[in-house]
């Protein structure tokens, strides 16, 4: 595709369900990210992947977060058991690393509502 | 640890110049990024700057000093459209970990 795309753009679910959130690359990036943005607040980092590898989960909020990649394209990213303070705006982004032509860009996110 | 620093607010008049500065510590710095980010939208790329010094595209700039940890996004001819936040981001470490500050939200203003 031309760009990063996410999927589902908007959630509502109940507090305690299980969500899954899907971000589809740019086709070849390597790396990619996602972080979490309350209304309002900066980007908070949730986790990366160099390939199919995820070399920091540290800012991944509780054991409920789980993230996968997938023959280095697809990423998806797992709540479990929702909870209201869940509640954001999910993006994620993919990295060309090219040294001065490095770009990074992001999809245009998953807002998730936990009611 | 990484530190990514920029100005919470900054308002400005149309048709000036404005600069948005962000002053970075990490280990192992590669580069830096300037994004935009309308309100409500996802994060726009603006510049990645790898090397020393000015890069110029159009009515921005973005400047990099590595040996102080500095970089600024220079704005030209401001437009009330530029009213957003912006964001600088480092990429850095052995596994290019990319770092987000909380972003520098401008008003343009008539």
């Known amino acids: 595709g031309a760009g990063v795309s996410q999927s589902p753009s908007n959630k509502v679910t109940e507090k305690g369900k299980d969500v899954e959130l899907r971000c589809d690359p740019i086709s070849g990036h390597t790396a990619l990210y996602w972080y979490r943005q309350s209304l309002g607040q900066g980007l908070e980092f949730l986790i990366y992947?160099?390939?199919?590898?995820?070399?920091?989960k540290s800012g991944l909020p509780s054991d409920r977060f789980s993230a996968e990649r997938t023959g280095g394209s697809v990423s998806t990213l797992t709540i479990q058991r929702t909870q209201q303070e869940d509640s954001a705006v999910y993006l994620c982004?993919?990295?060309?690393?090219?040294?001065?032509?490095?770009?990074?860009?992001f999809g245009q996110g998953t807002r998730l509502t936990v009611v | 640890g990484q530190n990514i620093d920029q100005p919470t607010e900054m308002t400005a008049t149309e048709g000036a110049i404005v600069q948005i500065n962000c002053t970075y510590q990490?280990?192992?710095?590669?580069?830096l990024f300037w994004y935009q980010q309308h309100a409500g939208e996802a994060p726009t790329f603006l510049s990645y700057?790898?090397?020393?010094g000015l890069e110029e595209k159009g009515r921005f700039s973005s400047f990099l000093s590595r040996s102080k940890g500095y970089s600024y996004l220079l704005l030209k001819e401001l437009q009330m459209k530029d009213s957003a936040s912006y964001l600088c981001?480092?990429?850095?470490?052995?596994?290019?970990?990319?770092?987000f500050g909380t972003g520098t939200k401008l008003q343009v203003i008539p």
């Open positions: 990490t280990s192992g710095f590669n580069g």
């Open positions: 981001a480092a990429l850095s470490g052995g596994y290019q970990k990319v770092t």
């Open positions: 700057n790898v090397l020393d």
């Open positions: 982004a993919s990295i060309e690393q090219g040294g001065i032509n490095t770009e990074a860009f």
């Open positions: 992947f160099q390939g199919n590898s995820a070399p920091d």
